[in-house]
Nanobody, 119 residues
Framework: VQLVESGGGTVQAGGSLRLTCIGSGISSSIMTMGWYRQAPGGQRELVAAVVSGGITTYEDSVKGRFTISRDNAKKSVYLEMNSLKPEDTAVYYC??????????????WGQGTQVTVSS
């Protein structure tokens, strides 16, 4: 299984970026897809997640600015980021929880993509 992220980069404050994560080698259903981020010196934190039924959750600081979506057929998850702020600067990681058995999942992570927002 491999998760590959793309779409990171450097943008000015107020700008937008769209992150994409594509999973390969996944033969089971993907239960939860999410995006996490880790700033220098900080811990990895949840940014947004979407479960298989489509229900989404967001970290408070990104509500109204970021939108997560998924495409089950393409085994992909996206993060549309608008009105970016310097404090959004971090390495962004995608995560997928893949069904592995009855009420059992296996978690896979991408390698991360850098997002830098300049003031």
């Amino acid at each position: 299984v491999q998760l590959v992220e793309s779409g990171g980069g450097t943008v000015q404050a107020g700008g937008s970026l769209r992150l994409t994560c594509i999973g390969s080698g996944i033969s089971s259903s993907i239960m939860t897809m999410g995006w996490y981020r880790q700033a220098p010196g900080g811990q990895r934190e949840l940014v947004a997640a979407v479960v298989s039924g489509g229900i989404t959750t967001y970290e408070d600081s990104v509500k109204g600015r970021f939108t997560i979506s998924r495409d089950n057929a393409k085994k992909s998850v996206y993060l549309e980021m608008n009105s970016l702020k310097p404090e959004d600067t971090a390495v962004y990681y995608c995560k997928m929880d893949v069904l592995a058995g009855f009420r059992s999942t296996v978690t896979f992570w991408g390698q991360g993509t850098q997002v830098t927002v300049s003031s």
